[in-house]
């Protein structure tokens, strides 16, 4: 059994798959409280369901994208039988993961998007920096940034781990609190071999909280 907070479908917005049409998972409870969370709703509220149940439910919406997320999906020990049952049924699976549980659990065949915590998250101390040597060519990491300090110590941590070599790297300025024009300007300035990203469906449902 896995807690879930809303099964939805929507359009991916946070990853190079931003655009595509997705069913999201998102599984109940978080072990950060990050300063600038937006999901606060998914700490604890949820109903139980079965591995076979969420997969009828998904399978529903007849679309082949799904990406598991919370909440930090790793909690629940049943989330890497969850992916693997969904990879079997033939979807493509995303799954987003705050950076500090070990992503190892996720095999093969499925995409691990890693969140590291920046310091203005509140939350960086928090990272377990080995999922960064856990990293498949397949796998994506996300920076969000608060403020130019967030984004010089990025850019240390990208450098640290040659990430920008390695897999896609997005950077993502948190909403009202770092201007996306200023941010594309530092990324352009270091010349950095990363991506700028929006919040695809904050711009289209601005007002909107919960399942898009």
Request: glycine share 6%; net charge positive; hydrophobic share 35%.
């Amino acid at each position: 059994m896995l807690k879930v907070n809303e099964i939805f479908y929507s359009i991916q917005g946070e990853s190079s798959y931003s655009g595509f049409p997705c069913v999201f998972i998102r599984l109940t409870g978080c072990n950060l409280r990050c300063k600038y969370c937006d999901t606060r709703y998914a700490y604890r509220r949820g109903v139980r369901m079965t591995v076979d149940r969420i997969v009828n439910s998904v399978s529903e919406y007849e679309c082949p994208l799904i990406q598991i997320t919370g909440g930090e999906p790793l909690l629940q020990e049943e989330t890497p039988r969850l992916a693997r049952n969904l990879t079997e049924n033939g979807f493509r699976v995303l799954a987003e993961t705050n950076g500090t549980q070990n992503i190892d659990s996720l095999k093969e065949g499925i995409v691990r998007i890693v969140d590291i915590k920046t310091p203005g998250s509140g939350e960086a101390d928090k990272t377990d920096w080995k999922n960064l040597d856990r990293l498949d060519r397949q796998d994506e990491v996300k920076f969000v940034l608060t403020s130019q300090a967030d984004y010089d110590w990025t850019k240390e941590v990208i450098r640290r781990h040659r990430l920008d070599d390695r897999v896609t790297v997005f950077l993502s300025p948190v909403l009202r609190r770092l201007d996306p024009s200023e941010l594309a300007r530092w990324i352009l300035k270091d010349r950095l071999n990363i991506r700028l990203q929006l919040q695809l469906h904050k711009i289209l449902w601005p007002n909107q909280e919960g399942g898009k």
